[in-house]
């Protein structure tokens, strides 16, 4: 069945160093969400990306989908402490329906 | 209002123990989700409602049922559960499909 996988598991980085996590996919998407989920909380929405090669900022981050839709990244620029929590790629089993797979997901340390 | 309000926030109940979950939102959504999510896991698709109606159920064990009395309403009908069936439950809400979801904070569920 369909796969969605995130590299790395796990990051710990120095605040104020920059930090990327992957999201590959088994399948073509249609489009790709992303998600933060803070320890102890639940997951909230950041983006969805939904063109080809389409790039996307959030003040500090950076989402890209990849040119074959079968990828996609996160990237953030100077963490800080508020970063920390794990970020989930998710991807819809089936074009055109409510089955979104979520990523194994990456989990951010900042060290102060 | 831009929140999905779950109840209760934490649940112990023992393996003969009836309960049930509940979930509102008043956004306005027409497609609302369960999902199960174990620690350091991404969050699993137990069901979809979409337009109040059962759309996907992702062979989940007769033990949990949903229900959708209304389009604001989500409840999970708990009954006979295991102790591995302890975890964070989650709804969700979103407009419809390809759109991002919004959760509540979770049901934090341990089954003794």
């Known amino acids: 069945g369909q796969q969605v996988m995130q590299i790395p598991q796990y990051q710990h980085v120095q605040e104020g160093e920059d930090f990327t996590t992957y999201c590959n996919s088994s399948t073509t998407l249609s489009n790709i969400q992303w998600y933060k989920q803070r320890p102890g909380g639940h997951p909230v929405f950041l983006i969805q990306?939904?063109?080809?090669?389409e790039v996307k900022k959030q003040k500090r981050l950076t989402f890209q989908f990849g040119e074959a839709k079968k990828n996609s990244s996160l990237h953030i620029t100077a963490t800080q402490t508020t970063d920390v929590g794990t970020y989930f790629c998710?991807?819809?089993?089936?074009?055109?329906?409510?089955?979104?797979?979520f990523g194994t997901g990456t989990r951010l340390k900042v060290l102060a | 209002d831009t929140e999905v309000t779950q109840t209760p926030k934490h649940l112990v109940m023992g393996m003969t123990n009836k309960k049930s979950l509940k979930c509102e939102q008043h956004m306005g959504h027409r497609a609302m989700y369960w999902y199960k999510q174990k620690a350091k896991k991404p969050p699993e698709l137990m069901f979809v409602y979409s337009y109040e109606k059962l759309s996907i159920n992702e062979s989940v064990p007769s033990r949990f049922s949903p229900e959708c009395p209304n389009s604001s309403l989500l409840n999970l009908h708990l009954h006979a559960l295991q102790p591995e069936d302890s975890a964070l439950y989650l709804c969700?809400?979103?407009?419809?499909?390809?759109?991002?979801?919004?959760f509540g904070s979770g049901t934090r569920l341990t089954v003794v």
């Open positions: 990306l939904v063109k080809s090669g």
């Open positions: 998710a991807g819809p089993k089936d074009a055109g329906t409510y089955k979104y797979i």
């Open positions: 969700a809400s979103s407009q419809r499909d390809n759109y991002g979801y919004t």
